[in-house]
């Protein structure tokens, strides 16, 4: 099994940055891939970024050139990070991280709002 517990989101104002962690425990020699995903209000969860282990990351059109998935394995922890930039309005959103490690894992969420 992976737990997750994300960190990291706050209250940002639009063109700022955020990064968002996700740090993972038990299993994570298992990860397979990890991505975020995003829950704004009244709407369906929606993936924003994903990246297979020893692979490519791939990206939802509207984070495009602004958002960036990484994944840090550093003294034995793994940490999977999710940097924001130009932020919009419209990025506000409870951001999840997620794992397929034979089985799918998930956080509890952070919270991210964009507003001035």
């Known amino acids: 099994q992976v737990q997750l517990v994300e960190s990291g989101g706050g209250l940002v104002q639009p063109g700022g940055s955020l990064r968002l962690s996700c740090a993972a425990s038990?299993?994570?020699?298992?990860?397979?891939?990890s991505a975020w995903y995003r829950q704004a209000p009244g709407k369906e969860r929606e993936l924003v970024a994903r990246?297979?282990?020893?692979?490519?990351?791939?990206?939802a059109d509207s984070v495009k050139g602004r958002f960036t998935i990484s994944r840090d394995d550093d003294n034995a922890k793994t940490t999977i990070y999710l940097q924001m930039n130009s932020l919009k309005p419209e990025d506000t959103a409870v951001y999840y991280c997620?794992?397929?490690?034979?089985?799918?894992?998930w956080g509890q969420g952070t919270r991210v709002t964009v507003s001035s």
């Open positions: 997620n794992v397929l490690a034979r089985g799918v894992y």
């Open positions: 038990g299993s994570t020699d298992r990860i397979a891939a």
């Open positions: 990246r297979v282990t020893g692979g490519s990351a791939s990206y």
